[in-house]
C-alpha cells in the first residue's frame, strides 16, 4: 500500500506542479515512449547483462515484495516459536526421536502443523542442518554460534542480491537519460534547417530524456531498493530467531526460556507478546 501511494504522490506532485506552472504535457507525452523505451530497455539490457538468471527472477520478486511487503507476519513469528519449542523438547527428552523429523521434514508431524514455515528451504535446512550437527556432538556453543553467523550472513547477503541490483540499476538511469538526451540532440542537429518552434520542441523531447534518467532514479527504482533491502532484513530476524533459540539451547538453558530468548529478538512489530506465546504452547501441550 506504501509503495503504490508513494508512487501516486511523487507523480502527481512533479507533473502537478509542472502543469501548474505552466508547462505542457504534450511535449513530454510525445517524447516519453520513445525516449521512455531507450533509457527503460537499456536499463533491463544492463540487468540482464550484469545478473544471473537467479539474481533477475529474485530483482523480479523483490519488486512484487515492495507492494505486498514482508513475507512473515506476526503469527508466522508465533509459528516458528512453538514449531522450535516443539523440537527442542523431544531432542530434550529424547534425541533418536527426533531424527525422523529432521531427515524427513515434510513427513514429520511436528513441521507439518506449520506448512508455511516448511515450504521455506532456508529455514526449514537451517533447523535441521544445525540440530543434525548437535546429534553429532558438535556441541561447543561458541563454535555453533559461529557456524550460525557465517550462516546468516551468507543468507542475508543472498536476500539483498535484488536490492544491489535495483540500487545498481537505479545509479545507471541518469546516465542513461543523458544518452537518450544526447540522441536527441543528434537528432535535433540534423534537422536545423527547421523552424524555431520546430526545433524548440525537438530540444524539449530530448531534455525528456535527461528529465526521465533522473526521475526514474530517484524517485521510482532508488526508493524501491531501499524498500526491498529494508524488507529483506526484516525478513531476516526470522532466521536470526532460530538461531537465537539453537544457541540458548546448547547453553542448557530450559525450553520456555530459549523460546522467550528469540521472542524479544523479533521485531518489534511482528513481536508476539508474552501472553500469546504461553497461550499457544498451553494449546500444543493440550492437544499433546
Same mark, same amino acid.
Given at each position: 500500500?506504501?509503495? #503504490? ?8 506532485? /512533479? ?11 504534450? #511535449? *513530454? ?6 525516449? &521512455?523505451?531507450? *533509457? ?5 539490457? @544492463?540487468?540482464?547483462?550484469? $545478473? ?10 523483490? /519488486?512484487?515484495?515492495?507492494?505486498? &511487503? ?21 531432542? %530434550?527428552?529424547?534425541?533418536?526421536? #527426533?531424527?525422523?523429523? *529432521? ?21 526449514? $535446512? ?5 540440530? %543434525? ?15 550460525? =553467523? ?21 545509479? @545507471?538511469?541518469? @546516465?542513461?537519460? *543523458? /544518452? ?28 525528456? &530524456? ?17 524498500? !526491498? ?17 539453537? !544457541? ?7 525450553? $520456555? ?6 521472542? %524479544? ?10 501472553? =500469546? ?12
Amino acid at each position: 500500500m506504501n509503495a #503504490i501511494l508513494g508512487i501516486l504522490v511523487t507523480v502527481g506532485m /512533479v507533473f502537478g506542479g509542472y502543469m501548474l506552472a505552466g508547462g505542457h504535457m504534450d #511535449i *513530454i507525452t510525445h517524447a516519453l515512449p520513445f525516449e &521512455g523505451m531507450m *533509457i527503460g530497455g537499456a536499463a533491463i539490457g @544492463a540487468l540482464l547483462a550484469a $545478473n544471473d538468471f537467479g539474481t533477475i527472477k529474485q530483482t523480479g520478486a523483490d /519488486v512484487l515484495a515492495a507492494f505486498t &511487503g514482508s513475507k512473515w507476519k506476526k503469527s508466522d513469528y508465533q509459528d516458528l516459536l512453538c514449531l522450535m519449542s516443539e523440537l527442542l523438547n523431544v531432542l %530434550r527428552n529424547n534425541p533418536v526421536d #527426533i531424527e525422523q523429523h *529432521i531427515e524427513d521434514p515434510e513427513q514429520s508431524s511436528i513441521f507439518q502443523r506449520y506448512p508455511k514455515i516448511l515450504k521455506d528451504e532456508d529455514a526449514i $535446512n537451517m533447523i535441521c542442518d544445525t540440530i %543434525r550437527s548437535m546429534l553429532m556432538n558438535f556441541d561447543n556453543v561458541h563454535q555453533v554460534e559461529e557456524l550460525l =553467523e557465517k550462516h546468516l550472513e551468507s543468507l542475508h547477503e543472498d536476500k539483498l542480491a535484488g536490492s544491489h541490483a535495483l540500487q545498481t540499476m537505479a545509479d @545507471a538511469l541518469p @546516465a542513461l537519460g *543523458i /544518452v537518450a538526451a544526447v540522441l536527441g540532440v543528434i537528432k535535433t542537429m540534423s534537422s536545423i534547417d527547421k523552424p524555431p518552434e520546430v526545433l524548440g520542441g525537438m530540444i524539449g523531447g530530448a531534455l525528456v &530524456g535527461t528529465f526521465l534518467g533522473v526521475f526514474l532514479a530517484y524517485g521510482l527504482v532508488g526508493p524501491f531498493a531501499s524498500r !526491498v533491502k529494508a524488507i529483506r532484513t526484516e525478513e531476516h530476524f526470522f532466521y536470526s530467531m532460530i538461531g537465537e533459540m539453537l !544457541v540458548s539451547n546448547l547453553h542448557k538453558n530450559p525450553v $520456555n526460556i530459549c523460546v522467550e530468548v528469540a521472542r %524479544r529478538h523479533a521485531p518489534a512489530r511482528v513481536r508476539p507478546s508474552f501472553n =500469546e506465546i504461553e497461550e499457544a504452547l498451553r494449546g500444543l501441550k493440550q492437544a499433546a
